[in-house]
């Protein structure tokens, strides 16, 4: 099992920067990859970015330029910076790790974190 434990959401204009984190903690070792979702009211759960142990990224089109993902293996955590705000952006974030184990592909899921973009 892991846990995900996100932090750094919050009220930010429009045009501001807001950086989140995520700490997993439990079986470490068995993760691959990570990354950071969203979901808006009305709206389904959707892929912002993720990135692998081995550092590759992939991102949304919407926030390609403007968000960043990193990773730090030996502190278990993901980050998400945030730059270029949008109203848009506004949403629930939701960290996610997966690792695969005998064929089968896990996925862990944080708490979720607010982030609120004003115009």
């Known amino acids: 099992q892991v846990q995900l434990v996100e932090s750094g959401g919050g009220l930010v204009q429009a045009g501001g920067s807001l950086r989140l984190s995520c700490a997993a903690s439990?079986?470490?070792?068995?993760?691959?990859?990570m990354g950071w979702y969203r979901q808006a009211p009305g709206n389904q759960r959707e892929l912002v970015a993720t990135?692998?142990?081995?550092?590759?990224?992939n991102y949304a089109d919407s926030v390609k330029g403007r968000f960043t993902i990193s990773r730090d293996n030996a502190k278990n955590t993901v980050y998400l910076q945030m730059n270029s705000l949008k109203p848009e952006d506004t949403a629930v974030y939701y960290c996610?790790?997966?690792?695969?184990?005998?064929?089968?592909?896990?996925?862990?899921w944080g708490q979720g974190t607010q982030v609120t973009v004003s115009s």
């Open positions: 996610n790790a997966g690792a695969w184990n005998s064929g089968h592909y896990y996925q862990w």
């Open positions: 439990g079986s470490i070792f068995s993760i691959s990859n």
């Open positions: 990135i692998t142990r081995g550092g590759s990224t």
